[in-house]
């Protein structure tokens, strides 16, 4: 393929900061010309000029979104796909790939559907009519894509329970960027903690496992913001956890501070909604830069941490289990160095992002030459969900 073939890039919400693995996964492409196409546009660090927005802030814009997500029909978004010529449309979430899997097929465009966890985990588990709408959402995408990308290899099983072609799954792992050295920043933070203060991140699980580390009393830095973050801030306070709150970070921040940590944390669990992780970016951001991670046998994790070689990992909400990880690194220098090491180079080996990125244009091409359009079906919504 040529660099004039164009690979557009689907998120419905174009881009939030926690997404940034979207856009560095598409700004990594080496052949490929990449075109971000949103439904609306998020204020956010990583939004870009050039992201091409199909349905502003106006009352024809917000009609027009409200339609697509009713029917998952769109004459302007068709047009948009007409006019950007897409050789492949790359949606990220499953519920992005039925958003825009009718246009794709009625344009005959080879759809390319990445899940990366809530999408198989949370949403289909609602109770109710809700819940049955996802699963019937899931089932349409999953037909109409030519692909369906698994961030790790629990995701591809969850994708297959829900009706996934198992011969349509692949597992690819997103990649992070690597840096030419392992950081070798003085350390000013103990334990660093990245995410989103919601259930499934477990940072109340890390706050409890610092206040059981006495008399340490680790440095601890929290990046990220949500709905959970006022409430952990007073627990560690409580606690009196030595505890830095930033607040969300724009990404070269976040590499900065993680470069000054002895270990990343990410004492990730299941929710109590069902929602999972992937497999997170962080972790295989802290590995890249040589730093060991403490984490959970939770989802993908014990893919981007081996246990004992690459990081130390304990069961979801243990608490005191965690606690113990925290305080061995931290207490055991050689062990957290040999760690960090092999961190890195587990990273560099299967998490690459150069090397997924022309995995994926691989991927990209192989789709493209089997390219067939295939003819309009039935309304979008399809028969009623059960």
């Given at each position: 393929m040529s660099t004039s073939e164009v690979a557009v890039i689907w998120r419905s919400g174009l881009l939030p900061v926690s997404e940034t693995f979207v856009r560095n996964q598409g700004d990594a492409l080496p052949s490929w010309r990449p075109v971000y196409l949103g439904a609306n546009k998020v204020a956010s660090p990583i939004a870009e000029d050039s992201d091409v927005i199909a349905y502003p802030n106006?009352?024809?814009?917000?009609?027009?979104?409200?339609?697509?997500?009713?029917?998952?029909?769109?004459?302007?978004?068709?047009?948009?796909?007409?006019?950007?010529?897409?050789?492949?449309?790359?949606?990220?979430?499953?519920?992005?790939?039925?958003?825009?899997?009718?246009?794709?097929?009625?344009?005959?465009?080879?759809?390319?559907?990445?899940?990366?966890?809530?999408?198989?985990?949370?949403?289909?588990?609602?109770?109710?009519?809700?819940?049955?709408?996802?699963?019937?959402?899931?089932?349409?995408?999953?037909?109409?894509?030519?692909?369906?990308?698994?961030?790790?290899?629990?995701?591809?099983?969850?994708?297959?329970?829900?009706?996934a072609d198992p011969a349509k799954v692949r597992v690819h792992y997103t990649g992070v960027p690597i840096p030419a050295e392992p950081s070798t920043a003085p350390k000013t933070w103990d334990v660093v903690f990245v995410g989103r203060f919601v259930d499934k991140k477990g940072a109340d699980d890390l706050v409890e496992a610092l206040g059981l580390i006495s008399p340490l009393r680790p440095r601890a830095l929290f990046i990220g913001a949500g709905p959970l973050e006022e409430s952990t801030r007073t627990r560690a306070a409580q606690l009196q956890v030595d505890a830095t709150f930033l607040g969300a970070q724009p990404p070269e921040v976040v590499l900065q501070h993680m470069a000054q940590a002895k270990m990343l944390a990410a004492p990730s669990r299941t929710a109590s909604d069902g929602d999972c992780e992937g497999l997170p970016?962080?972790?295989?951001?802290?590995?890249?830069?040589?730093?060991?991670?403490?984490?959970?046998?939770?989802?993908?994790?014990?893919?981007?941490?081996?246990?004992?070689?690459?990081?130390?990992?304990?069961?979801?909400?243990?608490?005191?289990?965690?606690?113990?990880?925290?305080?061995?690194?931290?207490?055991?220098?050689?062990?957290?160095?040999?760690?960090?090491?092999?961190?890195?180079?587990?990273?560099?080996?299967?998490?690459?992002?150069?090397?997924?990125?022309?995995?994926?244009e691989e991927l990209y091409e192989s789709v493209a030459s089997a390219r067939i359009a295939a003819p309009e079906t039935a309304d979008a919504a399809g028969p009623a969900p059960r």
């Open positions: 106006t009352p024809a814009g917000r009609r027009g979104w409200h339609q697509l997500r009713a029917t998952g029909r769109s004459a302007r978004l068709r047009r948009l796909l007409t006019r950007l010529k897409p050789t492949v449309v790359h949606a990220h979430f499953g519920g992005d790939g039925w958003l825009i899997s009718r246009t794709a097929q009625q344009l005959g465009v080879p759809l390319v559907v990445t899940l990366h966890g809530v999408d198989v985990t949370r949403q289909p588990a609602v109770p109710g009519l809700r819940g049955a709408r996802h699963r019937h959402k899931l089932r349409v995408t999953f037909d109409r894509a030519a692909v369906i990308i698994a961030v790790s290899g629990f995701i591809r099983d969850r994708a297959v329970e829900l009706g970016t962080t972790v295989l951001e802290a590995a890249s830069l040589g730093l060991p991670v403490v984490a959970t046998h939770h989802s993908g994790i014990p893919e981007g941490v081996r246990h004992g070689e690459t990081g130390l990992l304990c069961a979801e909400r243990d608490r005191a289990a965690l606690a113990e990880n925290i305080r061995r690194l931290l207490t055991d220098e050689p062990l957290r160095e040999r760690l960090g090491r092999a961190a890195r180079e587990h990273t560099v080996q299967t998490f690459d992002l150069r090397r997924q990125t022309q995995l994926l």
